[in-house]
T-cell receptor
Framework: NAGVTQTPKFQVLKTGQSMTLQCAQDMNHNSMYWYRQDPGMGLRLIYYSASEGTTDKGEVPNGYNVSRLNKREFSLRLESAAPSQTSVYFC????????????FGPGTRLTVL | QQPVQSPQAVILREGEDAVINCSSSKALYSVHWYRQKHGEAPVFLMILLKGGEQKGHEKISASFNEKKQQSSLYLTASQLSYSGTYFCGTERGGYQKVTFGIGTKLQVIP
């Protein structure tokens, strides 16, 4: 039982490049989330998916797109990376009605030059 | 909308107690508490649901005042291992959208 996995762990991009951050969970959770963490800003919600086939914007969705590929996988795409998107990105999953514990992945450290 | 946490930072000596507060201007359905160590992912501590009871273990517990939309995390007889940043996350009910505050950095010193 791996929990929540994220790839890659580290990434350096140049301004304007695109990339997709991958996230998968093996706990059969319905809800999945993408957060970014910047110093002094806490965890800010980018997008979330309450269930397979649905996605909704969070607090800071601009510059990102997401895909809930299936129940296990939730990817985050940066179409044209900007230095302001330099951050640590965390994926999380949660099963409402059970223990209600939100499990976080190990994070992806992204630098945009 | 991010919940507001206070204090932003606190330093304790081992054995001392601390209270971290979390408040929202909107009606809440649930409050989640997490602790994050430097360079690691946040780790779940507990969740408080609207209409639920105060939660926690002997030394780390939390309460949820639904009328005031406030939650407090209580750490008693602090240990060095309690050091880290504590986040509260709030959810307004039915939407499964969990948003976090900016965190409270807690340092326990010998």
């Amino acid at each position: 039982n791996a929990g929540v996995t994220q790839t890659p762990k580290f990434q350096v991009l140049k301004t304007g490049q695109s990339m997709t951050l991958q996230c998968a969970q093996d706990m059969n959770h319905n809800s999945m989330y993408w957060y970014r963490q910047d110093p002094g800003m806490g965890l800010r919600l980018i997008y979330y998916s309450a269930s397979e086939g649905t996605t909704d914007k969070g607090e800071v969705p601009n510059g990102y797109n997401v895909s809930r590929l299936n129940k296990r996988e939730f990817s985050l795409r940066l179409e044209s990376a900007a230095p302001s998107q330099t951050s640590v990105y965390f994926c999380a999953s949660l099963e409402w009605g059970g223990n209600n514990e939100q499990f976080f992945g190990p994070g992806t450290r992204l630098t945009v030059l | 909308q991010q919940p507001v946490q206070s204090p932003q930072a606190v330093i304790l000596r081992e054995g001392e107690d601390a209270v971290i507060n979390c408040s929202s201007s909107k009606a809440l359905y649930s409050v989640h508490w997490y602790r994050q160590k430097h360079g690691e992912a946040p780790v779940f501590l507990m969740i408080l649901l609207k209409g639920g009871e105060q939660k926690g273990h002997e030394k780390i517990s939390a309460s949820f005042n639904e009328k005031k939309q406030q939650s407090s995390l209580y750490l008693t007889a602090s240990q060095l291992s309690y050091s880290g940043t504590y986040f509260c996350g709030t959810e307004r009910g039915g939407y499964q959208k969990v948003t976090f505050g900016i965190g409270t950095k807690l340092q326990v010193i010998p």
